[in-house]
């Protein structure tokens, strides 16, 4: 019988004909540890940096419009070449490498931009180093860009080594989210250490004092993690290319229309061929992110202003910004603990939508919960009639707040990667253009929340608590959505999915 023609999105996946064995899946997940090991960096130390350069907090967020801009194009490219490429080094390994030199290049950038700044002529003595900034944004770019080349192709590699196996999907996937988790733990420790610039002398100089010079330091950490954990995955772990005949019998296989188009014809044929499923996913998930991307960009600035009662610069901010990158370590040893026990989670909650939705809830009253803690440290300062730091129990509600959400954030980081490859391999697409059309749904929110959140907070006194109330209504829509709409996964969804991301091999 004639095989049915194929979608736009549809390529077979290359893979050997046995198992894949359980440690090649974990090395490449492991890979994930360099990249968050960055990311956390910047979560937790970039914003306050970026202020203590000259930014204004109302113009900050800007700065952040890099990463889902640069997602949004970059994620569907490195998945349609990546699907597509016949490097002899397999599909993804080539973009996962570049992907890895780019980030050097980018935490230099980053790491260097105090002292670039005052070579080519930035006043110290004044609030704002025009010079510094641009070059940190140029940098900030770069680093999104590269992390971008990392992820995409890392995630679309897990699936091609599960062959279409929905258990070896969401363990694949849970891996990666257990090593963003390691990452994320070693990032925030060392974003809270304040003497860590001790162990790189030369990284303290007129320009770049202590804060700037343990932010340089530990960007010097980060390369070398991800160089030697990308290094060992693409040594150890075989990518079987793609054959010149495979990717034009493939090709072929499309219609015409979406052929010539490239790239974007492609995600615009994707898109128009998505099923139902995928979209209801995108939607979910876009309204998920407006939740969480207030987290990710102001919570060690609120520690720094709301909870210490801080100002950039000064030493009550700068224990609050170490408070909080101690809290995103413990938010982080939640989410490590939390990714291993998604395949039981979602077994006990009757699936994994259903597990997605109920810890939204938890991530919308664990946002709620930053009003109560303000107003408490708020009303001690107030009692006090001068500046007193925050009370024990302020402090321990804080901590508690990084790792409630904790929970929430082990299920983000698997659970919707998890279903768009089943949703996806089940309508025959590749892996790699499928979840980069899952990223448009990721960066686009953040795009919105950038671009308003410094605004919203400025209408209500320059403080955070407005976004993060913006944050916590979207997480209760998504996680109502998320139960109500998505559709359960069946067995033969599961059986499909294997036949179509396996390539019959």
């Not at 490449?28 to 910047?42: D, E, T």
């Not at 897990?158 to 070896?168: H, N, P, Q, T, V």
């Not at 989670?345 to 303000?374: C, D, E, H, P, Q």
């Not at 209500?460 to 608590?465: C, K, R």
Request: charged residues 15%.
């Amino acid at each position: 019988m004639e095989s049915p023609t194929k979608s736009s999105l549809q390529l077979e996946t290359a893979t050997t004909t046995n198992i894949t064995p359980i440690l090649k899946i974990i090395s490449v997940a492991s890979v994930a540890a360099g990249i968050q090991f960055g990311w956390a960096l910047q979560l937790s130390l970039l914003t306050p940096y970026v202020q203590l350069l000259g930014v204004p907090h109302v113009w900050a967020s800007f700065i952040w419009l890099c990463g889902p801009i640069s997602g949004m194009v970059v994620q569907p490219i490195v998945g349609y070449y990546s699907d597509r490429c016949t490097s002899r080094l397999g599909r993804r390994k080539p973009f996962i490498i570049t992907g890895a030199l780019s980030v050097i290049i980018a935490v230099f950038l980053i790491g260097y931009a105090a002292d670039l700044g005052h070579s080519f002529g930035d006043d110290i003595t004044k609030k704002t180093r025009p010079r510094a900034v641009a070059i940190f944004v140029i940098g900030f770019w770069v680093l999104d860009v590269a992390n971008n080349m990392l992820q995409g192709p890392c995630r679309a590699f897990l699936g091609d080594l599960s062959a279409g196996d929905e258990g070896k999907i969401r363990m694949a996937n849970a891996f990666f989210s257990f090593f963003m988790a390691i990452g994320n733990i070693l990032g925030y420790a060392a974003g809270s250490y304040e003497n860590l610039h001790k162990a790189f002398p030369f990284s303290n100089t007129e320009a770049c004092e202590k804060f700037c010079a343990n932010l340089k330091s530990c960007f010097f950490i980060s390369i070398l993690l991800l160089l030697t954990l990308t290094g060992l995955a693409m040594f150890f772990v075989e990518d079987v290319p793609l054959s010149e005949a495979k990717k034009n019998e493939d090709i072929e296989g499309t219609e015409d229309s979406a052929r010539s188009a490239g790239c974007f014809g492609e995600i615009v044929g994707a898109l128009k061929e998505l099923k139902k499923p995928m979209w209801i996913l995108m939607l979910v998930t876009a309204i998920n992110w407006i939740g969480w991307f207030p987290f990710f960009l102001f919570n060690t600035d609120w520690m720094g202003k709301e909870v210490y009662g801080g100002n950039v610069g000064d030493e009550a901010y700068d224990k609050g910004v170490r408070a909080g990158s101690l809290g995103l370590m413990i938010n982080a040893i939640v989410l490590a603990v939390m990714s291993l026990g998604v395949e039981p989670a979602s077994k006990i909650m009757g699936g994994a939508k259903n597990l997605w939705g109920i810890v939204n809830f938890i991530l919308s009253g664990g946002l709620l919960s930053t009003i109560y803690i303000t107003k408490v440290a708020e009303f001690d300062r107030h009692r006090a009639g001068h500046y007193v730091p925050p009370a024990t129990g302020v402090r321990v509600g804080a901590m508690t707040f990084f790792a409630v959400v904790g929970i929430p954030l082990a299920i983000n980081f698997s659970v919707p990667f998890a279903l768009a490859s089943v949703y996806s391999a089940t309508s025959g697409a590749g892996q790699g253009l499928s979840l980069g059309v899952l990223n448009l749904a990721i960066v686009i929110p953040q795009m919105i929340v950038s671009t308003v959140s410094g605004q919203v907070d400025a209408w209500f006194g320059g403080g955070n608590l407005p976004a993060f109330v913006m944050g916590a209504i979207a997480a209760a829509v998504s996680g109502a959505m998320a139960i109500v709409m998505l559709p359960s996964i069946k067995k033969s969804d599961a059986a499909k999915a294997s036949m179509v991301v396996g390539g019959g091999h």
